[in-house]
């Protein structure tokens, strides 16, 4: 496997929660880990102008942004525009299985595309200096044969891209919501192992029910990387020991109360700058997994984001943190 892949333990994107204020929170506690926005339509840059989606803070690095779409085009537009806002990677998506993206013909659905896909892909690539990825299912609806996938990486492969992110899951585009689409369709790890053998030459991160570092871990030994979602929001401090456990280096902290403390002197620059309390307080609210006091912990957030306002809780914080 490439162990010094940059990809090796990657944090998934996640629509409402890796925001530049979530990911700011995990790059406290991990030097290392490969970051990724929220999707991002190629419609709200081109069309809504909305480019403050591509805000994020220079200490994120290193982070990709993950672009949704299908009209090459405004791909070659939102790529080059997401270079020059400085992101080191631009990933497609080709995962996401909700009727909203099924409308604007991108995600999960351009799986039975391949052609588009690697069309779409190429010309990205060709547009950037950075490094272009995918990230997409093992295939859509009654497609679940590994031979279906094989041919899918075959295909869009030739676009000259080597980072291929698998959630190892099919996408079921009718009949389930974008949260059955992470639970439901069965986990299929042995088919992202396969892709590796047979094709080496790729880049694969494996992704999709992935919860603990020991499981991280025995991934590693099959496949380049893995991406881990949803376990991390809930329990960000476990990035922690990806430092030593994955990386084999020197953790950046031991201390939840230390990365609170930084945390909460960046949300009060950031409110100064005109951005929301609640969007940003709400991503602390995993910080006190497992300890103590973590239930007051949420209850004194939820406090502060009712009020609106931070003034005079900070130390109330920190205190029902345990260490």
């Known amino acids: ?59 994120e690095h290193p982070v990709g942004v993950q672009l949704g779409g299908s009209d090459i085009n405004d791909l070659i537009e939102c790529s080059k525009k997401s270079e020059q806002y400085g992101y080191d990677e631009i990933n497609l998506n080709v995962g996401c299985p909700s009727d909203r993206v099924q409308k604007g013909k991108f995600g999960a659905c351009l799986m039975l595309e391949p052609e588009l896909v690697r069309d779409c892909l190429g010309n990205m690539k060709n547009a950037v200096d ?47 919501s974008p949260r059955q689409n992470r639970n439901i369709p069965p986990l299929k790890y042995d088919y992202v192992y396969k892709l590796k053998k ?74 100064s700058e005109g951005h929301d309390l609640g969007r940003m307080m709400k991503h602390l609210f995993g910080l006190s997994r497992g300890d103590k006091y973590a239930k007051s912990f949420r209850i004194k957030i939820l406090e502060i984001i009712k009020q609106k306002s931070l003034k005079g809780h900070k130390k109330e914080l920190q205190d029902l943190l345990v260490y």
Do not use: W
């Open 130 to 176: 950075v490094p272009v990825s995918i990230k997409c299912r093992l295939g859509v609806d009654d497609n679940e044969s590994y031979e279906f996938l094989y041919n899918f990486i075959s295909i869009v492969k030739d676009s000259g891209i080597k980072i291929f992110i698998i959630h190892a899951r099919n996408g079921i585009l009718k009949g389930l």
């Open 198 to 271: 047979d094709f080496p030459e790729l880049e694969i991160i494996i992704n999709g029910g992935i919860k603990t570092l020991d499981e991280c871990r025995d991934h590693l030994t099959k496949v380049d990387g893995v991406m881990i979602g949803r376990s991390v929001y809930e329990n960000p401090f476990m990035l922690k020991d990806v430092e030593s456990d994955i990386y084999g280096s020197i953790p950046i902290t031991s201390s939840k109360k230390d990365v609170l403390g930084k945390y909460l002197e960046y949300v009060e620059k950031k409110l």
């Open 1 to 59: 496997m490439a162990k010094d892949s940059i990809h090796k333990f990657c944090i998934a994107p996640m629509m409402q929660y890796t925001d530049m204020h979530d990911r700011y929170l995990l790059r406290l506690i991990s030097r290392n880990v490969f970051l990724y926005t929220e999707m991002i339509a190629t419609g709200s840059l081109i069309y809504g102008k909305c480019f403050n989606q591509l805000d994020f803070n220079d200490e």
